[in-house]
């Protein structure tokens, strides 16, 4: 059901546009610049689009059509709809706005569009949408520019939303974070394919590891409980409108009902899906997911060249019910033989400021002789001089499960290479912290 929006063989932009600038014009180009598959731009008023030839409707194209992307003012929606119809198309993405979040005319055109899509058994994402992200393929058949956002790579990270925005801030977060995208949906008014859909589609579909997505209102209260029931893979959700404010603004976006904040977080919980209260929360889940496995065990150890993290990781650690628990004699003394005598032997344990990335490797290779813990957090003070681009090195050659924490200019080159091996980096302990408990919880 859902397959064809992802895997297209081919793809037709109803409203398709010759003038940069317009919505249109952007999904021609992004799918242009991409798409492996055959594009069909739809203008009546147009020949040529980037080298295309451009069709009047989508009845004269001499092929079958996939899939559709239209992008024309709501009121022109039903026609072109009902021409997809008759040529057979069974998927549409309606990026046009004007529906059921407008007011009582959309909503009428709303009711309108879905009698066409029963009649001619068509499913629609949309309308109100940013449209679908597929980089395996490469279908963009979003309107955003590579000049206007940055965009993920490929991954194992399937992402949906209700909102178009923040299905473009999930674009640039994850591609900040080095985290890879399988799939991105965004979903609008959901007057057809909704939140539970997309969730069954990714739990059933190989390319995807962790499910992510933020979600305004749920449109079948049962159909989602039958969706994460039995989740074998992640599920990390943001809900908006928790509050009465919030909740307003829900209704006015997406014409969604956002319920009642307590019992869909009560919900979750019930089910083993996992609730991110923040946007950073649900990013840095999706991340410590997304690059490691399940750890068996819940002790941890802090490795660090300063201190002060060392003692904010061990505050985090507490808050979080984290145990830190000290190193045996054993590993002590084998410790000894390798740090300075001002370092301390405890957990966290602090090998001081003048570290060098082979002093950390050393570490390393006591801590995995002995074996006593179960994910380690690594913080890097990458400001001293003592370190450079050999404490990558250092750290991919410890073979243990591993978080590390480091920021600040000099960091910025090693953490792209440790996250392009899928080792998790965060900028401050407490984030590092948090993204150990969520993995252990």
Known sequence: MMEKFFYPRSVAIIGASQKEGKIGFSLVKNLKEKFRGKIYPINPNADSILGLKVYPSVLEVEDEIDLCIIAVKSNIVPNVLEECGKKGVKNVV????????????????????????????????????????????????????????????????????????????????????????????????????????????FLKDEKT?????????????????????NARKPIILLKGGKTKSGSRAVSSHTSSLAGDYFVFSNVLRQFKVREAKTWEELVDSVKIFSFMEKVNGDRVCVVTNGGGFGVLASDEAEKNEL?????????????????????????????????????????????????????????????????????VEAILSFKKPKVVCMSGKKSIEMIKELEKRKVPVFHSPERAVKAIKILLS
Do not use: W
């Open 323 to 391: 145990k830190l628990p000290e190193p045996s004699e054993e590993l002590k003394k084998d410790l000894e033989k390798i740090l300075p005598p001002f370092a301390s032997l405890k957990n966290p344990i602090d090998i001081i400021a003048d570290a060098t990335p082979e002093r950390y490797k050393q570490v390393f290779e006591v801590l995995e002789k002995h074996d006593e813990y179960d994910v380690y957090l690594v913080v890097v003070l990458t400001q001293t001089p003592m370190i450079n681009e050999g404490i």
């Open 209 to 229: 590891k962790v499910i992510a997505g933020f979600i305004e209102g749920i449109r079948d209260g049962k159909k989602f409980l039958e969706a994460v029931r």
């Open 94 to 201: 309606i990026i046009s706005a004007g529906f059921s979040e407008a007011g009582e005319e959309g909503k009428v055109l709303e009711r309108e569009i879905k009698k066409i899509a029963e009649r001619y058994r068509i499913r629609i994402v949309g309308p109100n949408t940013i449209g679908v992200f597929n980089p395996e393929i490469g279908l963009d058949a979003t309107f955003f520019l590579d000049q206007d956002v940055n965009k993920p790579g490929e991954g194992n990270v399937s992402f949906f939303s209700q909102s178009g925005t923040v299905a473009v801030l999930a674009m640039e977060s994850f591609s900040e974070s080095n985290i890879g995208i399988s799939k991105l949906i965004s979903y609008g008014n959901a007057c057809d394919i909704n939140e539970s859909d997309i969730i069954q589609y």
